[in-house]
């Protein structure tokens, strides 16, 4: 049992450390700490929900593998450091669709890598992409139920976070942890399998 009255008085500092050592339920605290203010600030720069929940998560992806690396440096500064890099994210959005075409999905569906034309495509090109999206249905297929089930709804359903939490009966940020872990496994896969995707 979580003791968020604890976990409340304790710095992002103090979490950070707390999540380094082994106790991942003060990275739970420390995102329900600030993940407010951070999709607030994303999503009042995008107007848009689904590119808002694509930074958000991509935020705290970056913000995880940072600390992960044992990169992360700036003590006392916690919340500043993840809006620069939410900052970052938004302007790099916005780069891509300026020199981007997107291409519309077919019936609503939409592949994880379908969703940017590539320039002067031929033959062979779409041919290493549709292996590609074999390859990466392969590796999904071997991940456990419950990361499988989140890549699945995310990816390929488009479902963002929240409704995957209600859907799956737990919280926003055992969701989020669930595609974190599932991004791990595959890239561990992949590399297990000499299977060359980007993930």
Do not use: C
Request: aromatic share 8%; proline share 2%.
């Amino acid at each position: 049992m979580i003791n968020v009255t604890a976990k409340q008085q304790l710095t992002d500092d103090e979490l950070i450390i707390g999540y380094m050592n082994g106790n991942y339920s003060d990275f739970e605290a420390l995102l329900a700490r600030h993940q407010n203010k951070v999709y607030g600030y994303i999503f009042s720069s995008v107007k848009n929900k689904d590119v808002a929940d694509d930074i958000f998560q991509d935020t705290f992806f970056k913000v995880i593998h940072t600390i992960n690396s044992g990169s992360y440096k700036d003590e006392n500064k916690f919340i500043n450091w993840v809006m620069r890099i939410a900052h970052n994210l938004i302007v790099d959005h916005y780069r891509r669709l300026s020199k981007m075409p997107m291409v519309s999905s077919r019936d609503g569906e939409t592949d994880i890598i379908d969703n940017l034309r590539v320039p002067d495509d031929n033959a062979e090109k779409r041919m290493i992409r549709v292996q590609t999206q074999r390859d990466i249905r392969k590796l999904i297929k071997k991940l456990p139920e419950e990361q499988r089930r989140v890549v699945i709804m995310r990816h390929y359903g488009k479902y963002d976070f929240k409704d995957i939490a209600a859907k799956t009966g737990v919280s926003i940020n055992t969701a989020l942890g669930r595609m974190r872990y599932a991004i791990i496994n595959l890239r561990r896969l992949a590399k297990e399998s000499n299977v060359s995707v980007d993930l």
